[in-house]
């Protein structure tokens, strides 16, 4: 099974090199260190094209501010302008997570966000590490029938590393079979990606440090 590689581009910094470096999927965002936010649409408009024109994936962080993944109503409204603003600029995915103030996945807004949406990715981002571990399997199955494409996770605790968390993370690739795409990042790097690979059961990998330039 191939590879998959996605790099996690801070604005258009470092993108060509990184196509050239032969990733597969872009996920643009802005301020990543607030964990990243909606890059502006100049930027998604010019990674679009050059992601075209090189046939890589180009996924959006929806996102509109650091904190939480508590959004109001305007935030949501102001996340739903963004996502056709980048289906429109050309980008083949968008990435996002709402939750609600009791660490649950939040099923009302996800839908409210990907309402009308055909044409695009859906990714859950890292979000999903905050859910309430008694309660995971039972987002997994939401975002399933949400009709999610993947989640980006790292693992109940932070503070270890995926290879040490890989135990959890296969129990969640086990469970969602061949319906959801489980994805991994949070210190993957060229240099320890290929042991990753060996102990967590997936061939998609998410890094700022993914492939080496």
């Known amino acids: 099974m191939k590879m998959i590689r996605e790099f996690c ?3 258009n ?26 890059p502006s649409y100049g930027i998604i408009d010019q990674a679009a094209k050059l992601c075209q024109s090189t046939g890589v994936e180009l996924s959006v962080m929806i996102r509109p501010r650091g904190g939480d993944f508590c959004y109001s109503e305007q935030e949501l409204a102001a996340m ?6 980048a289906n429109k600029l050309g980008a083949t995915g968008i990435v996002f997570g709402c939750l609600t103030s ?18 695009m990715d859906l990714t859950f981002h890292m979000a999903f590490d905050q859910i309430n571990p008694s309660e995971k399997y039972q987002a997994l199955d939401q975002l399933i029938e949400l009709g999610f494409d993947r989640i ?3 693992g109940n ?3 270890k590393t995926v290879i040490e968390n890989a135990d959890e993370i296969n129990h969640y690739i086990d469970y969602v079979a061949d319906k959801l795409e489980i994805m991994v990042g949070g210190g993957i790097t060229a240099t320890n990606l290929q042991e990753v690979a060996k102990v967590v059961r997936t061939n998609t990998f998410h890094g700022t440090k993914i492939v080496s330039f």
């Open 9 to 11: 581009a801070e604005n």
């Open 13 to 38: 910094t470092y993108l060509e090199k990184a196509i050239k470096a032969g990733v597969d999927r872009i996920e643009l965002c802005d301020n990543l260190a607030v964990g990243g936010t909606t």
């Open 102 to 119: 009791a660490h649950q996945l939040d099923v009302r807004a996800c839908q409210y966000l990907i309402d009308g949406i055909s044409n």
């Open 152 to 154: 980006l996770l790292h």
């Open 80 to 85: 739903r302008v963004d996502i056709a603003q």
């Open 157 to 159: 605790q932070s503070e």
